[in-house]
């Protein structure tokens, strides 16, 4: 009488296994990636819309839009407001506060809202100002500050506080590049390219409210808000600086569409310059209209259709693509 004997796998067998195990799990991966990012965008475009409609209630509370941010020391858009809200000698009446702070009660932030003393700066309040707000990140780059994040908040040591969304200033150049004025000569800086020019202005303006009124070119053809490039590392050497909190740069986007000193080609987004948006989805990015629809608008949109959507009464009724 023969025995036979329980066979195993052999080696072979085994290794044809693992390679159709493989082999599927590299099928199916960029389909779960891709079904992850699906839902990530989703969730953003549904935090651009929350934000859309809290301007919204803002205005009919208020009559007007929020200020695009506070600053004391002048009223360029940029750096002054950065400076003023990361001043820590505490000076009176400094400022340098965002418009994500004035829209708090209307993003379900009370308590934060209601713990802020508006007699005083971003850095004089930086308990509060370090408080992270989930809906104020991306979760395509972030669920918060990441070690790369702490260079550019007001402080290094903050744990949070962080912001992936900005209003937009206009379709200009929205900072005073190498100047605290507006303008340094007609040759560095041209006033008709500048965020101050009336066809050039957005719906945030530093120091000054908007109306619906103002919004000539009609509502779903103007960018409200918009996601904002994150840039830690930048070839132009200037990083972003990240707070809800601040003014300027940090929560300010421009869509301007004009080539700066032959340094930065601007327009568009993602284009690792720090006065455009852009995001970590791929492709493009979530933009909030001031009709409070939310449209997604992809990297190779024209530059200047898209320089069009950033201001608010160009004469230009450019529609999203």
């Keep these: 009488m023969r025995v036979s004997a329980d066979r195993g796998f052999s080696l072979v067998e085994l290794l044809v296994v693992i390679t159709i195990i493989g082999t599927l799990v590299a099928l199916l991966l960029p389909a779960v990636q891709a079904a992850r990012e699906s839902g990530r965008r989703m969730q953003c475009g549904n935090q651009v819309k929350q934000l859309g409609l809290a301007l ?6 208020h009559g007007v839009f929020p200020p695009g941010c506070i600053v004391t020391m002048g009223t360029a858009p940029a750096w002054r407001p950065w400076q003023e809200a990361k001043d820590s000698t505490k000076q009176a009446g400094l400022h340098g506060t965002s418009w994500l702070l004035l829209v708090l009660p209307f993003v379900e932030q009370q308590v934060i809202f209601a713990q802020w003393d508006f007699t005083k700066n971003v850095m004089s309040n930086a308990e509060i100002a370090q408080t992270d707000i989930s809906t104020f990140y991306c979760s395509s780059r972030r669920w918060g500050i990441r070690l790369e994040d702490r260079l550019h908040l007001p402080n290094y040591g903050w744990p949070g506080g962080g912001n992936d969304y900005g209003g937009c200033i206009g379709s200009g150049n929205g900072w005073t590049n190498n100047s605290y004025r507006y303008f340094t000569t007609p040759e560095e800086d041209n006033p008709e390219e500048h965020w101050l020019h009336p066809t050039r202005r957005g719906i945030f303006l530093p120091n000054m409210s908007s109306r619906f009124f103002d919004i000539r ?13 994150r840039l830690v590392s930048p070839p132009s050497g200037v990083a972003s600086v990240d707070s809800w909190a601040a003014g300027g740069v940090a929560t300010l986007f421009t869509t ?3 080539e700066r000193n032959g340094i930065y080609q601007t327009g568009g987004m993602n284009n690792k310059f720090f006065e455009s948006p852009g995001s970590e989805h791929p492709g493009g990015a979530q933009f909030g209209m001031a009709d409070g629809s939310v449209q997604f608008l992809i990297e190779s949109v024209d530059k200047q259709v898209f320089s069009y959507l950033g201001s608010m009464a160009d004469g230009q009724m ?3 693509p």
């Excluded at 919204?56 to 509370?61: G, L, P």
């Excluded at 070119?217 to 490039?229: C, F, K, R, Y």
């Design 56 to 61: 919204h209630q803002y205005v009919q509370t």
């Design 318 to 320: 450019a529609q999203p």
């Design 217 to 229: 070119d009609g509502t779903s053809n103007t960018i409200m808000i918009g996601e904002l490039q």
């Design 256 to 258: 301007n569409a004009e």
